[in-house]
């Protein structure tokens, strides 16, 4: 029976659960970093667990490929020793897109994102002559709003362009800052009847992709109750981890959580009253 609201447990340590666990399943936003820089105690906790014998997958809604990320985490000083495996849903991105080969692609999204059609076999076009959009973000995610991007949205839905949103995430931290990200623009364009295909948690290719790389890491998947997810979205990390059937330590980042304010069992337990896959744990940070 999954925990409910009141059930769920505030940590300062990691180290109890890593003992009943034989793999993570691990966001990098808001769990390893904020954008801009590392978080102290989370890559030296995946560390500790890996040298336990455990296996950590990193799974990102970052609209870029893995490599791409695994060079963010670098200029970061988060090393590879914290991970076995990346998984992101710009690379599952990449795999919906193969079912658009030779069709017209339109990015809506910043520059930073383009290498997430490298080696594609598309054609990449304006917005009047998609058959597909690939939504990565906004243009200029510091200084324009989801809303103004609803007249362009609106014509595409006009004429049932599929949308694939390559970050389902609604808004993210960039430092103090919270970012808007593609899951707005995507919630925007289902609104005005548009059809959309999310690539990234809570849906379940990217967590079938985890799975694949856990079981190459370990020469088999455990069970369910063995791989604990870890994250800090509600209704991405949380929520995935519910529909996967797989326990969850809540991070209380910034994302939902003032950090000028006291966090406690009765401030979780308002935060998700109510939901339907609560975590079984919560944390202020990722600590061992």
Not at 7 to 16: C, E, H, R
Not at 27 to 52: K, Q, S, Y
Not at 129 to 137: F, H, P, Q, R, W
Not at 232 to 249: F, K, N, Q, S
Request: aromatic share 6%.
């Amino acid at each position: 029976m999954p925990p409910n609201s009141h059930d769920i447990v505030v940590l300062d340590s990691v180290a109890g659960l890593a003992s009943s666990a034989e793999a993570w399943i691990s966001d990098i936003w808001g769990v390893l970093h904020n954008g801009l820089t590392a978080f102290p105690g989370a890559a030296p906790a995946c560390m500790r667990f890996r040298e336990m014998g455990g296996t950590v997958v990193l799974v990102t809604n970052a609209p870029r490929p893995a490599a791409a990320v695994v060079r963010m985490l670098d200029r970061l000083g988060i090393s590879s020793a914290a991970y076995d495996a990346i998984v992101t849903s710009g690379d599952v991105s990449r795999g919906l897109l193969a079912d658009f080969s030779g069709r017209h692609v339109h990015h809506l999204g910043p520059d930073r994102d383009a290498g997430i059609l490298d080696g594609l076999d598309i054609r990449i076009g304006p917005a009047e002559a998609a058959d597909v959009v690939l939504c990565t973000g906004l243009l200029h995610d510091e200084t324009e709003q989801t809303e103004d991007y609803r007249p362009s949205l609106a014509a595409l839905a006009s004429r049932h362009v599929p949308l694939i949103c390559a970050n389902p995430d609604l808004v993210v931290e960039r430092g103090p800052k919270l970012i808007p990200c593609a899951g707005a623009l995507a919630e925007i364009y289902k609104s005005l009847g548009g059809p959309v295909l999310y690539a990234g948690k809570p849906y379940p290719a990217i967590y079938a992709r985890a799975y694949a790389e856990i079981e190459r890491a370990r020469g088999r998947l455990p069970a369910k109750e063995r791989i604990l997810a870890i994250g800090d979205g509600i209704r991405t990390d949380v929520e995935g981890a519910g529909r996967e059937a797989l326990p969850c330590l809540f991070i209380a980042s910034a994302l939902h959580v003032d950090h000028r304010r006291e966090f406690d069992s009765g401030h979780v337990a308002d935060l998700f009253a109510g939901h339907a896959h609560p975590p079984a744990a919560a944390m202020r940070s990722l600590e061992w």
